[in-house]
């Protein structure tokens, strides 16, 4: 029964995501993406790990999917409203600010290996508990979290350039 409710979820989720890409409007594609978000969720509650179904709804489904529409709705310009790019020189901003991103980034992967950790009860180390998966998420798997939080601002950044290019 997981195995055939596994491959329902699946398959929804890889039909709302390929809807999500297909969909010219950007509101329906943020819908698609919610029910991408929601049937992924079902996928963990299927793989027995109910704490990470809930944080996916709760933040990602929840939060960042009001954040997407609110900046859609935002940038939602009539045609006939004149577009004037302003501060046109904040664009050579951008490689000096790269730069300093990465050297962060380098800094904190090197000395991310130097932090010891408190000793806890071994029901706080239990796996799926809070307290292991914040321990792993920030010490074994910094690389993937810090890459994902960069890949949802390039979505946003993304989002806002559509929704403001020129057509013609």
């Known amino acids: 029964m997981e195995r055939v409710l596994f491959i329902i979820f699946a398959a929804a989720a890889v039909g709302s995501a390929l809807n999500l890409i297909a969909q010219r409007n950007p509101m329906y594609s943020a819908l698609s993406l919610i029910g991408t978000l929601a049937s992924l969720s079902a ?43 302003k501060q046109q020189w904040l664009r050579y901003l951008a490689v000096p ?16 290996k130097d932090i010891r950790l408190p000793a806890g009860s071994d029901s706080d180390r239990a796996v799926g508990a809070t307290w292991s998966i914040g321990t792993s998420l920030f010490t074994d798997y910094l690389l993937p979290f810090e890459v994902t939080s960069v890949l949802i601002l390039m979505a946003i950044v993304g989002a806002i350039v559509l929704a403001r290019r020129e057509d013609g």
């Open 97 to 112: 600010f790269a730069a300093a991103l990465m050297a962060e980034a380098l800094y904190v992967f090197r000395n991310v």
């Open 43 to 85: 996928l963990y509650v299927t793989l027995h790990a109910q704490f990470v179904a809930a944080m996916q709804i709760i933040v990602y489904a929840g939060a960042i999917m009001v954040l997407f529409v609110f900046v859609i709705m935002l940038l939602n310009l009539q045609e006939d409203q004149p577009r004037i790019e």
